[in-house]
């Protein structure tokens, strides 16, 4: 069993006015991981080759892009987080659902955010949104890491209990009341599972995809992403602790469909649309032939 390193979740806190403000590792993922892939986007836009022909907008124009991806992941993240997790007691105290600064984003409702806001995007400056969303999926796998990397720092969505050597003891909760084990329990890391998934192994593949010329193949890479992260997802589901709320005696996995034992969680039910509509994009964009050639 490995303890859990000694690192705060936040990296620095500065008091004014007597209120004090803390830039947190969480924060600070989300800002660079934005950061980057504002950068992928525009290096992706100054190589017409790779799209075959002429990029689906001027390289200028990924920081406006940027803006808008911001509102989306915010908006989208915290009211998929609200819908998803928590109606009931968001219902009850509305005022809550502002307070992103306690914590509470949803991936997928972030994705539907981010979807949304980039298709107003491009009605509003006349851009393919399938190209765009090519070059989105390339540049998002870098942040979804970051993201994982930090949440394991805040010692956060800690995986299910385990007894292999590299089993992490949080601190909390965490390693309290495992069922069957005496004493503090170690869980799996499945932040750095998903890190190694979600952002490295993802975007291992998108980065290959790019540069055998899937760019020309419209929705080729949006396909890649979205079925690549509903399996990723799916597949380290098996090993984080479901949310608390769906944990019962009688469902000690939290599983939201199916038996107490073989049933799924609820990450795995929303993955599973994902799986399946990026699988579609797939093989609409191989049926199609590639952009550039002389048969398009």
């Known amino acids: 069993m490995i303890p859990f390193p000694d690192i ?8 004014l006015f007597g209120q004090a403000f803390s830039l947190r590792w969480y924060a600070l993922a989300y800002l660079v991981g934005l950061l980057i892939g504002w950068w992928i986007i ?10 075959g022909g002429t990029a689906p907008m001027a390289p200028g124009k990924a920081e406006e892009l ?5 509102f989306g992941v915010i908006l989208g993240g915290r009211l998929g987080f609200v819908l998803f997790y928590e109606p009931a007691y968001y219902l009850a105290n509305p005022l809550q659902i502002l307070r992103i600064d306690e914590g509470g984003m949803s991936f997928h409702g972030g994705f539907v955010g981010v979807v949304v806001a ?38 956060e969505l800690w995986g299910r209990p385990t007894e292999l050597p590299w089993g992490v003891i ?3 909760a965490a390693a309290q009341n495992c069922p069957g084990v005496e004493g503090l329990c170690a869980r799996h890391p499945s932040q750095l599972y998903e890190a190694g998934l979600e952002g490295l192994f993802l ?20 396909g890649v992403f979205v079925a690549g ?5 799916f597949i380290v589901e ?38 399946v509509v990026g699988l579609a994009f797939v093989a609409y964009a191989l049926s199609r032939p590639k952009v550039g050639d002389d048969t398009a």
Do not use: K
């Open 238 to 275: 098996f090993f984080r602790q479901a949310d608390a709320r769906f944990i019962t005696p009688d469902n000690p996995l939290g599983h939201v469909m199916g038996g107490p034992v073989w049933g799924i969680t609820r990450g795995q039910q929303l993955s599973l649309p994902m799986i």
């Open 118 to 155: 980039a298709w107003i995007f491009c009605r509003r400056n006349g851009i393919a949104p399938l190209r765009l969303a090519d070059a989105l999926a390339v540049a998002t796998p870098v942040g979804l890491g970051l993201g994982r990397i930090a949440n394991f720092i805040n010692a």
């Open 229 to 233: 992260y509903g399996i990723s997802r």
């Open 170 to 172: 949080f601190p909390g």
């Open 8 to 15: 705060s979740p936040e990296i620095f806190t500065i008091h």
């Open 203 to 222: 975007g291992l593949i998108l980065l290959v995809l790019v540069r055998a010329g899937g760019l020309r193949r419209p929705g080729l890479a949006l």
């Open 66 to 70: 940027l803006t808008w991806v911001i």
């Open 42 to 51: 525009a290096a992706l836009m100054r190589r017409s080759r790779l799209w």
